[in-house]
């Protein structure tokens, strides 16, 4: 059973725009959420995270929003570029078990057309 | 210098063949894990280590095995590959003062694995 779900598997949008990629989670235990980019041929990177605390965390053109009644958390990139073109991960954690591991989503593929 | 280490980068070989995917790091940090990402499934979890005696299952362990040989070395081993261990297979570490906080993940660059 996927405890996260990243469920557009692609996006496309036009540099300028503003692009949102989504990300559900059904365990009631999470309360740290990240997201990760991850370009070909190389690691995933950290991108933005977000603790159950708030409902919203800004990192320059990055905004990841959490709604937690609706188990659901949304990242914002405004105005996209083509360099953010990219896999996109969610992942979620409950670290107030100290054990915690991350789970991932599938990912989105964003393509950010000039 | 990468901080997360992965050798090697490519591997092509054959079913039924022994395969060591080695990981080392510089950060310093206590946690290791190996990931695989297939095409369409994310990243999945196979095995992971919270400091050097301890190892968990994660996953998808079934076909793997792993050893913790420092704080700094975490090698992946398939006993006998088969053709669905055809993936990419990434090494991630953290930093346990950090992980109530961040639960930050980083990242090696990945092994790319073929069982023919």
């Known amino acids: 059973d996927q405890q996260v779900k990243q469920n557009s598997p692609s996006l496309s949008v036009q540099e300028g725009r503003i692009s949102i990629l989504n990300c559900d989670y059904t365990?009631?235990?999470?309360?740290?959420f990240l997201w990760y980019k991850k370009y070909p041929a190389e690691g995933p990177t950290f991108l933005i995270s977000?603790?159950?605390?708030?409902d919203k965390n800004e990192d320059g053109r990055f905004t990841v929003f959490l709604n937690k009644s609706a188990k659901h958390l949304s990242l914002h990139i405004v105005p996209s570029q083509p360099g953010d073109s990219a896999v996109y991960f969610c992942a979620a954690s409950a670290t107030r078990s100290g054990y915690s591991t991350l789970t991932f989503g599938k990912g989105t593929m964003l393509l950010v057309s000039p | 210098d990468a901080d997360v280490t992965q050798t090697p980068r490519n591997r092509i070989t054959k079913t039924g063949k022994r395969i060591m995917l080695e990981c080392s790091q510089t950060k310093g940090h206590d946690r290791m894990y190996w990931y695989r990402q297939d095409p369409g499934l994310g990243l999945q979890l196979i095995y992971y280590s919270f400091d050097v005696k301890d190892i968990n299952k994660g996953e998808i362990s079934d076909g793997y095995s792993v050893s913790r040989q420092a704080q700094a070395k975490f090698s992946l081993s398939l006993e006998s590959a088969i053709p669905n261990q055809t993936a990419l297979y990434f090494c991630?570490?953290?930093?346990?003062?950090?992980?109530?906080?961040?639960?930050?993940?980083?990242f090696g660059e990945g092994s790319r694995l073929t069982v023919l």
């Open positions: 977000i603790s159950s605390i708030k």
């Open positions: 365990n009631s235990m999470f309360d740290y």
């Open positions: 991630a570490t953290s930093d346990s003062r950090l992980a109530g906080t961040t639960g930050e993940l980083f």
